[in-house]
């Protein structure tokens, strides 16, 4: 049966709302809509006690207490709001960070805004199959150093990073750990406690859940995390986050908490698995020279980033329509410049450009991932016709042999 | 991004793809580009002894924008004489597809390409007059 078009498969970029999340939030914008903060009367006492469910439903997903939960307008600011409140709270112990190349911007640009104030920041490197090294870790923390800062799951190439040893190495130091996990909520099971995390990011639309709300884990006991606040006001969220809180976002994120725990331990998310090893099967069936970005075995259930030699990403994805994915290429970008992220794992431009990233998700169907195997087949199979490289490569000229010039 | 409908036509409708025989002294052949900065146009130019260019047929790796310039550049030179061809800039084909700023590098690629194969053609005669 041929699937509804266009095909969703950017699952890492953003989510659907699941329909059940969107179900609970309406009555939080018609009914039940008081301010959390009015302490006098019910329509305040309502909305508090639905702020305070969401807060014990996002708490269960990743094994933190409900006070442990911060809300904030999403994973950039979480992540703002963890490295610049720490580096700024722990400055008089030090001002030294780590984090890794292949981090996230709202990291990464956190770290340079922090630099440019003083802080000095490692950034380590990756392995080329985009796995950090856990004495290269070893070997960056200083006594200055105050906060390491490193993913879960990296939205690229869905590479999962050894946080459990990672926080053991922290806890041994004195280290405060952030852990942006963003990309793993729901996909894979996250204990705070087991994993010694004392600050973690979490999006709601990356896990079906609304835009414009995302949560801080903030650590409160053994050892508890302080945060300098950057935003000022009516002290909301024990002084970390001013602002009234928008329920109906919360209650979106708490219940989409529900549903991605409920993935995890029912083992539906082994559905997608099964289907992105099916995609990725098909097309090393029905093509040749595709490339794996990042580490097969420790990756997201859903994520698979292949470069489609000598095809351009942007071009693959103009034939490909009716499919929406991402590219690693520079042409789908505005600063013309490849994906860092595959820089770092050492991954050359003329394959970085040839990079699509598929996400699959809750609601991919095996139809569809049939579909997206055939139309890539074809396509790629067309572009190919028409790449000199390609072309070359079959001659059996070495491509590196040639004196390119590049403009 | 948001592309003219006659960039659209030429990317999914590509005019003159293919090679032709690059030991032909009459074929010219132009390789510009480089696979690290994602664009490589393969353009070749059968010109006869008058400087006509009889046919014209591109490969290119590279965005939809490249692939473009390169089909309508195989369009615009045929029947052309060379030294017509040469003077093609690569702000007609930027305004003919109406390139956005970002992809004006595409047009300067398949300028490029014309002059390229021109080159060659040019040197194979004289190698082949000496």
């Known amino acids: 049966m041929a699937p509804k078009l266009p095909i969703y498969l950017d699952n890492n970029a953003t989510t659907r709302c699941d329909p059940r999340v969107v179900e609970a939030m309406l009555p939080y914008l018609t009914e039940t809509y008081g301010n959390a903060a009015s302490r006098n009367h019910s329509f305040g006492w309502a909305a508090e006690e639905a702020v305070e469910q969401a807060r014990e439903e996002v708490a269960a997903l990743i094994g933190g207490t409900a006070k442990e939960i911060v809300w904030t307008s999403g994973a950039t600011e979480s992540n703002n709001l963890a490295i610049k409140g720490a580096a700024h709270w722990y400055q008089s112990k030090g001002k030294h960070l780590i984090t890794v190349t292949t981090e996230h911007k709202a990291v990464l640009d956190s770290c340079h805004a922090l630099e440019r104030d003083g802080w000095e920041v490692t950034y380590l490197d990756v392995k080329p199959d985009g796995i950090l090294d856990l004495d290269t870790l070893r070997a960056a923390i200083r006594p200055e150093t105050t906060l390491v800062s490193v993913m879960l799951a990296n939205n690229e190439i869905g590479v999962i990073q050894p946080v459990a040893e990672i926080g053991a190495i922290c806890r041994e130091h004195g280290v405060i750990f952030h852990c942006d996990a963003v990309q793993a909520t729901g996909k894979v099971a996250i204990d705070v406690n087991a994993m010694n995390i004392d600050l973690l990011s979490i999006s709601g639309h990356k896990m079906y859940g609304p835009k414009g709300i995302g949560a801080l884990y903030v650590r409160r006991a053994r050892p508890r995390v302080r945060l300098q606040a950057i935003i000022d006001g009516g002290g909301h969220e024990r002084g970390m986050r001013s602002g009234t809180l928008p329920v109906h976002q919360i209650v979106g994120l708490g219940k989409a908490a529900v549903y991605a725990k409920e993935d995890l331990d029912s083992g539906k998310i082994d559905e997608q698995r099964r289907l992105r090893d099916r995609l990725w099967a098909g097309l090393q069936e029905n093509l040749d020279e595709l490339y794996i970005n990042g580490s097969m075995e420790q990756r997201l259930p859903n994520n698979l980033n292949v470069s489609f030699a000598y095809v351009e990403g942007e071009a693959l994805m103009m034939a490909i329509r009716d499919i929406a994915v991402s590219s690693g290429s520079a042409c789908t970008s505005a600063s013309l410049e490849p994906s860092y992220v595959l820089r770092a794992l050492g991954v050359e431009a003329e394959l970085a450009h040839t990079s699509i990233r598929f996400g699959l998700g809750r609601f991919t169907t095996e139809e569809e991932v049939d579909y997206a195997i055939a139309l890539l087949t074809e396509k790629v199979r067309w572009l190919r016709e028409m790449s000199p490289l390609y072309e070359m490569v079959k001659e059996g000229i070495d491509l590196k042999s040639i004196q390119w010039e590049a403009h | ?130």
């Not at chain 2, 030294?83 to 300067?108: D, M, T, Y």
């Open chain 2, 1 to 130: 991004m948001a592309y003219s409908d006659k960039l659209i036509n030429h990317y999914e409708n590509p005019q003159n793809v293919g090679s032709l025989d690059k030991a032909d002294p009459e074929v010219g052949t132009g390789l510009v580009g480089a696979p690290a900065c994602g664009d490589v146009m393969k353009l070749q130019l059968k010109i006869n002894d008058e400087g006509i260019i009889e046919d014209a047929r591109f490969k290119t790796f590279g965005c939809g924008s490249a692939i473009a310039s390169s089909s309508l550049v195989t369009t615009m030179v045929k029947g052309m004489h060379v030294e017509q061809a040469e003077q093609i800039k690569n702000s007609e084909i930027a305004a003919e597809l109406s390139l956005p700023p970002v992809k004006i590098h595409c047009s300067v690629l398949a300028e490029d390409a014309i002059k390229a194969a021109i080159a060659d053609y040019r040197k194979k005669r004289e190698a082949a007059q000496a």
